[in-house]
């Protein structure tokens, strides 16, 4: 079992770029999550999925930030145009009882 | 709101020694209470919830309602310890997010 794939590992753009991440969950994981994680801080959630319905996506700057789970599986976010700010590393999870949730390996995100 | 305090950013602990991360918590209602552990070039992972009551590697916690605390305690450190804990809390059951404190990195001394 691979758990949590995400790519890429790192990305480096300028600022006003657009930029993409991907997630593919752990089969069978129906809740997926996208964190963002700042240097020095804990994860924040950015938006939580059941299946393909966004259930919370309260902290989502959604001026700048988009994100999608088409069939209730993988999933990207975006980011468009990126800011300075914006480095950080993104974090994808799933679960499927809510009692754990397994984590991915990151992407981390460098504006320049 | 939902709000986890830990005040150690930095943690350093002579092998054999007893451990304590402090994790100190606010949520108005009955919350579940975890602890994750990320260790050199790894992925975040789980280590305990209080609800299971159980002891991994050792690590036990307890929850503390009147105190609002869940502090992580091991009698005798290990190397194998040092890694970046992070206690987090969820609001109830079911697949709710995860708010996170800001982590402490525990040390090892050999």
């Known amino acids: 079992e691979a758990g949590v794939v995400q790519s890429p590992r790192y990305k480096i753009i300028e600022k006003k770029q657009p930029v993409a991440f991907w997630c593919n969950p752990i089969?069978?994981?129906?809740?997926l999550y996208w964190y963002l994680q700042n240097l020095g801080q804990g994860p924040e959630l950015l938006i939580r999925?059941?299946?393909?319905?966004?259930?919370?996506d309260s902290q989502l700057p959604k001026d700048r930030f988009s994100a999608e789970r088409l069939k209730g599986v993988d999933s990207t976010l975006k980011i468009q145009p990126a800011e300075l700010g914006d480095s950080a590393v993104y974090l994808c999870?799933?679960?499927?009882?809510?009692?754990?949730?397994?984590f991915g390996p990151g992407t981390r995100l460098t504006v320049t | 709101a939902q709000r986890v305090t830990q005040p150690e950013k930095l943690l350093s602990v002579f092998k054999g020694a007893p451990v304590e991360l402090k994790c100190n918590y606010s949520?108005?209602?009955?919350?579940?209470l975890f602890w994750y552990v990320q260790y050199s070039r790894q992925r975040l992972q789980l280590l305990l919830r209080?609800?299971s009551r159980e002891s991994i590697k050792g690590f036990t916690a307890d929850l503390n309602k009147g105190e609002t605390s869940f502090h992580l305690k091991k009698p005798f450190a290990q190397e194998e310890d040092s890694a970046m804990y992070y206690c987090?809390?969820?609001?109830?059951?079911?697949?709710?997010?995860?708010?996170f404190g800001t982590g402490t990195r525990l040390t090892i001394i050999p």
């Open positions: 999870a799933s679960s499927s009882t809510g009692y754990e949730q397994y």
């Open positions: 089969s069978g994981h129906n809740t």
């Open positions: 999925y059941e299946n393909e319905e966004a259930v919370d």
């Open positions: 949520y108005s209602g009955s919350p579940e």
């Open positions: 209080h609800i």
């Open positions: 987090a809390l969820s609001a109830g059951f079911g697949n709710e997010k995860l708010t």
